[in-house]
């Protein structure tokens, strides 16, 4: 069955740094982009960053210069290095992966999600 699973999240002082980690396994489809949300409590949630296979990435601007998306094809591994992190980045991290077949759209897999907490 569809796996997507995440890990690295854990608990860091400002200015510290994480790397996230998400890879999907039983993969019917052809994966595209790959990418990373997060939702704070009481907020809706948000892109942090998306890369496609390609290598073209999306950032969010609150993360530009401090987060660096990057993925290994081969194992369909999507990776999150979050350095400089700041208390307003605290939240639930997740991974989704968008998977095509012939060209076409067919399904967006999601993880269930890592908690990424920053002090002050």
């Known amino acids: 069955q569809v796996q997507v699973v995440e890990s690295g999240g854990g608990l860091v002082q400002a200015g510290g740094s994480l790397r996230l980690s998400c890879t999907a396994s039983?993969?019917?489809?052809?994966?595209?982009?790959m990418g990373w949300y997060r939702q704070a409590p009481g907020k809706q949630r948000e892109l942090v960053a998306a890369i496609t296979r390609g290598g073209t990435t999306n950032y969010a601007d609150s993360v530009k210069g401090r987060f660096t998306i990057s993925r290994d094809n081969a194992k369909n591994t999507v990776y999150l290095q979050m350095n400089s992190l700041k208390p307003e980045d605290t939240a639930v991290y997740y991974c989704?992966?968008?998977?095509?077949?012939?060209?076409?759209?067919?399904?967006?897999?999601w993880g269930q999600g890592t908690q990424v907490t920053v002090s002050s």
């Open positions: 989704n992966a968008d998977g095509y077949s012939g060209g076409y759209y067919q399904s967006t897999y």
């Open positions: 039983e993969i019917i489809f052809s994966i595209d982009t």
